[in-house]
Each structure stands twice: as structure tokens, then as C-alpha cells.
């Protein structure tokens, strides 16, 4: 049987023997938001008293709102357990004897590039194509790291490793992904790479904020910042991509939490270093100014009292044929679709939203931001949109109206 979002959160919150009246206090939503929701007056809500709603109860967006952690072609290919065996892989740990490799495994320069291939795959939003090929890639990453244990075989098995984390938290698993990023650690490690090991605390903070763990998300994102920062004269384009992404993954926590300035703050010393960098293309993820621009459209519209207006202005600084890589695209480009709606644009969301599907049919599917701004559209369309709903139905958003 379906439930709604009203029914989630009540059974939430008496799970957790929490008041209404204290879930509205933890939460920053009224009272008789919470009230409506959960009597069934209201479908749904804004995105921004969603996320504070999850963060209260200690639960994932993905799970409040009923979307599917997976997509149906990923879940009936078999896919996603298949990565989840390969990430925890009981042969891969101490002690435990593992199977003997039938083939031999692929050289240092090879494997170097199946890892280049399966990164280019993943930021072009070929996910079900990652999701079949990735676990063997994880097998003969390991295996090559047995046989040849160089640092270039470890620097290529952390970015697998690193892409096994983004995928599982992209399809609703962030806990295989934490178990993945300690993976991603180790083999940074053995590459005797900072700045691999950087990313890899990066991608740490962006599990860790899908996990509903703001603090603790920023926190370590800061920390290693501080770590990395690089003597500004002396500076490789390499140091300063690393450290501005930390910059980025903890600028995004601080504004779910509110604090607007410090994570402005933080955008503004990554905008920096991405001037004085350039773009760069390192450790399987591009650094640039523009990037950073995109979000700074993010932050805007996070926190219990998004900023449409602010996130608005901030678009109008973005260059969209610069912007290299086309999930990046296509997820700044869903941010623009929220603030347009949020400002009353409707008809502007729902144009931008429906591009974003023509470019991206399956990346969008796995986005629970775009979801929830279309379960907003519907709940407040006036007469019935048959476009809206076309969409709706694609995204797997219940319209329950």
C-alpha cells in the first residue's frame, strides 16, 4: 500500500516518541505544517521543509518522500547488488581467504584507462552502463593492486573506488557508499597521494550530507581544507582544485543548516582559487570557476528559508555552454528549474525541467530534488497539466491529488 508523506512522518515521529509540537522545534517547520501533513490536508511540501523534516527525524530525503532508492532498470538488471557485493567484497578484508583470480588482471596502463572510461561514463550520466561494468572494475583494480602494487595502480583504484561511492549515493545507498570511501581512503593511502586523499574526504562529506549529517559534513570537509591549503604563490593548478573542492563540499552543509554567510564565505574563497587555477580536470572531477558559480545557485536555495531570488541572481553569472561536464549541467540547471518555481515561474520550471529530461533521461530519475519540485508543481497546479503529469509519471512522483 502507498503512503504519504503525512503518513511517513507520523510514523517517524511517534517512532521516535516526538511531539508535534517538538518536531516543529527541531525542525524549524510549523507546527500546522507538520499538523496538515500529516492529517492528510497537505500532499507535500516545500523542498526546503522536507529536508528539515528528514533532518529532524534522522532519516534520508529519498526515504521522507517515498522515492524509490533505485530505478527500476537498475533493480531488475541486478546492478546495484552486484556493486553493493563488489564494494563489500568479504575476501577484500584481512583474514579472510579470498578466490583465486581466473584471468590475469589487467596491467598498470590498461587499467589506468577503464578507470578514465568509467569516469567519463558516470559524469556523462550513463549510469546503468556504470552500474553493470563498475563491480568488475573494482575486481580488477584489486587484482591489479595485488599483482603490481604500484602507486599508480592504488591512485586508479581510489577514483574506482571513488566512483562506487558516488553511484551508490546517486541510487539512494549512502551507507555502501561510506564503506566504498573508506575503501577510496585506504587505497589513497597506499598511493601516498594528500591530495588524492583530499578528494577522498570530499567525497566522504558529500555521503556524510546525504546522510543527513550536516556537521559532521562540513566539519571534516573544513578541517582537510585547512590541511591542503596550498602557499597561494606556490600553488599547482592540482592543490588548488583539491582544496577548493573541499571548500565546495563544506560550503553545501553549512547551508542546509542556515548558516548562509559562512557557506558564501567558503564559495567565495573556492571562486578564489579557481581563478588563479584555471580549469582542471584532476582526480576524476573538473575544478573551475564556473563550477563554483553553479553552487553558489545551490546555496541559495538550501536551508529551512531558501533564497529563489538570490539563487536567481546568482544563475545570471553563469555561463552555461562553459559548464564541461553534463550531469554538472543538467544538476544546475534543475537548481534554476527550483528558484524559478519558487519565484512563481511555473511555466519556466516546467520548460527547464523538461530539458534537462530530453538531455538527461536517466540521470534525472535518481534526482530527488527535481522530484520534489514537481510534487510541489503538482500539488499547486489550478487545473489539470497533462505535461506536468507526463513528467510526474516519468519520475516516478505519485500525484496523490
Given at each position: 500500500m502507498n503512503t504519504s508523506i503525512g503518513d511517513r512522518v507520523r510514523a517517524l515521529r511517534e517512532f521516535r516518541d516526538v511531539t508535534q509540537d517538538e518536531l516543529a522545534r527541531r525542525s524549524g517547520v510549523s507546527v500546522d505544517t507538520i499538523?496538515?501533513?500529516?492529517?492528510?490536508?497537505?500532499?507535500?511540501?516545500?523542498?526546503?521543509?522536507?529536508?528539515?523534516?528528514?533532518?529532524?527525524?534522522?532519516?534520508?530525503?529519498?526515504?521522507?518522500?517515498?522515492?524509490?532508492?533505485?530505478?527500476?532498470?537498475?533493480?531488475?538488471?541486478?546492478?546495484?547488488?552486484?556493486?553493493?557485493?563488489?564494494?563489500?567484497?568479504?575476501?577484500?578484508?584481512?583474514?579472510?581467504?579470498?578466490?583465486?583470480?581466473?584471468?590475469?588482471?589487467?596491467?598498470?596502463?590498461?587499467?589506468?584507462?577503464?578507470?578514465?572510461?568509467?569516469?567519463?561514463?558516470?559524469?556523462?550520466?550513463?549510469?546503468?552502463?556504470?552500474?553493470?561494468?563498475?563491480?568488475?572494475?573494482?575486481?580488477?583494480?584489486?587484482?591489479?593492486?595485488?599483482?603490481?602494487?604500484?602507486?599508480?595502480?592504488w591512485t586508479h583504484l581510489a577514483l574506482a573506488y571513488q566512483l562506487a561511492a558516488s553511484l551508490s549515493t546517486q541510487s539512494g545507498h549512502p551507507d555502501w557508499a561510506y564503506t566504498a570511501v573508506e575503501k577510496q581512503l585506504a587505497a589513497a593511502a597506499r598511493a601516498s597521494d594528500p591530495l588524492l586523499e583530499g578528494m577522498g574526504v570530499s567525497t566522504l562529506s558529500w555521503v556524510l550530507l546525504r546522510q543527513g549529517r550536516w556537521e559532521q559534513a562540513r566539519d571534516i570537509a573544513e578541517r582537510k581544507a585547512d590541511a591542503l591549503e596550498p602557499p597561494r604563490r606556490r600553488a599547482t593548478p592540482d592543490q588548488l582544485a583539491v582544496y577548493g573542492n573541499l571548500l565546495i563540499a563544506a560550503a553545501t552543509p553549512a547551508a542546509r543548516a542556515d548558516h548562509h554567510d559562512d557557506a558564501m564565505r567558503l564559495l567565495r574563497l573556492a571562486e578564489s582559487a579557481a581563478v588563479q587555477s584555471g580549469p582542471v580536470h584532476a582526480y576524476g572531477t573538473v575544478f573551475s570557476a564556473t563550477d563554483v558559480r553553479t553552487q553558489q545557485v545551490n546555496v541559495a536555495l538550501a536551508g529551512t528559508e531558501g533564497r529563489p531570488d538570490a539563487a536567481l541572481t546568482a544563475a545570471a553569472a553563469v555561463d552555461l555552454g562553459s559548464i564541461s561536464r553534463p550531469v554538472h549541467s543538467a544538476s544546475y540547471r534543475v537548481d534554476v528549474a527550483q528558484a524559478r518555481y519558487q519565484t512563481g515561474d511555473n511555466a519556466g520550471a516546467l520548460e527547464l525541467l523538461l530539458e534537462v529530461e530530453a538531455d538527461q533521461p536517466e540521470w534525472i530519475r535518481f534526482q530527488t530534488g527535481a522530484a520534489a519540485t514537481v510534487r510541489e508543481m503538482l500539488e499547486a497546479e489550478r487545473r489539470r497539466n497533462s505535461t506536468l503529469r507526463g513528467l510526474a509519471s516519468r519520475l516516478g512522483v505519485d500525484p496523490a491529488l
Open positions: 499538523r496538515k501533513l500529516e492529517q492528510g490536508v497537505r500532499e507535500s511540501a516545500r523542498i526546503n521543509t522536507l529536508r528539515g523534516l528528514a533532518r529532524a527525524l534522522d532519516v534520508q530525503l529519498e526515504r521522507l518522500v517515498g522515492q524509490p532508492t533505485v530505478t527500476r532498470r537498475l533493480a531488475d538488471d541486478g546492478g546495484l547488488l552486484a556493486l553493493r557485493d563488489a564494494i563489500q567484497d568479504p575476501g577484500s578484508l584481512p583474514g579472510v581467504p579470498g578466490e583465486d583470480d581466473l584471468e590475469d588482471p589487467p596491467g598498470p596502463a590498461e587499467w589506468a584507462q577503464q578507470v578514465r572510461a568509467s569516469t567519463a561514463t558516470y559524469w556523462s550520466g550513463g549510469y546503468s552502463e556504470l552500474a553493470a561494468t563498475l563491480p568488475g572494475l573494482l575486481r580488477d583494480g584489486r587484482a591489479a593492486a595485488r599483482r603490481h602494487d604500484s602507486e599508480s595502480v
